[in-house]
């Protein structure tokens, strides 16, 4: 029997994800991070049969043992979950669930060079093709790379580290790039955060598109999702969740008309809501804080679908 508590990794708040999924033995849902697999397993336990999807091909490698313990209630797709509606649009799906942002196995991997806490190449690479994180840093302009790492990392001295990237290049290896970012802002070994952190957070996103990634899987879900399917998105930093909170706001009919005083703009009526009003957002009990120093920027946010049509793309 697969089970959830033999899984290679344990995923943040998967009690809590399970639970907002209300899983009823023989319906359709789909994982679209399929990491190590840890949410798919919980949700075949549930009695569902699971879509997942993975756009790092290592993970699908390694999830096939999974595929064939699981008497086919699982199907693994090799593919970024933004596409789920138009590779599973024959399916009535039940439940979508999204992890968002790098997986623990891949930062464990020192050859994927996600992590500065293991030296490795600088690739960041998620579906293991495109520029790689190398290529941006040692051929992007000063200002480019300082935007992102502005924008991405909402690191304000962005400027500072993105003049001293340009002037160590060539950088090949993430112990350099981290090497460059604290010499830069002046880290002291013992400081309570490496300031090299946001910076490999911007990179990492900037090289994933990862915020896109996310804006246009959440559009996927709504699309795919039948009347009272469930959607559970799983956060780890502010620039994440925001997107996530609008987007439940704006669908669920929450976002605000405007005044009441001023004119309807073209006026027009705003489109039925696609989603229900979403249910308070969920954090990491303490002890799991303690045991995975990960889930301690963890939030859940979920919601259920209503029955009137998707909205026609990321904003109402």
Known sequence: MISAATAPHVPVLLDEVIDALAITPGETHVDGTFGAGGYSTAMLDAGATVHAFDQDPDAIASGQALVEQSDGKLKLHHARYSEMADILVE????????????????????????????????????????ESAADFLNEADEEAIADVIYRYGEERRSRRIAKAIVAARPLTRTSELAQVVRKALGFRAGDKKDPATRTFQAIRIHINRELGELEDGLVAAEKLLQPGGRLAVVTFHSLEDRIVKNFLRDRSGQKSAGSRHLPQVNNQTRPAPTFHKPAKAVRPAGAEQAL????????????VRTDAPAASGREQ
Do not use: H, Y
Request: proline letters at 4%.
């Open 91 to 130: 399916e009535d799906v039940d439940g979508v669930t999204l992890d968002i942002g790098v997986s623990s196995m891949q930062l464990d991997q020192a050859d994927r060079g996600f992590s500065f806490q293991k030296d490795g190449p600088l690739d960041m690479r998620m579906a293991r093709d495109g």
């Open 292 to 303: 995975n120093p990960r889930a301690r920027s963890a939030t859940l946010r979920s919601a």
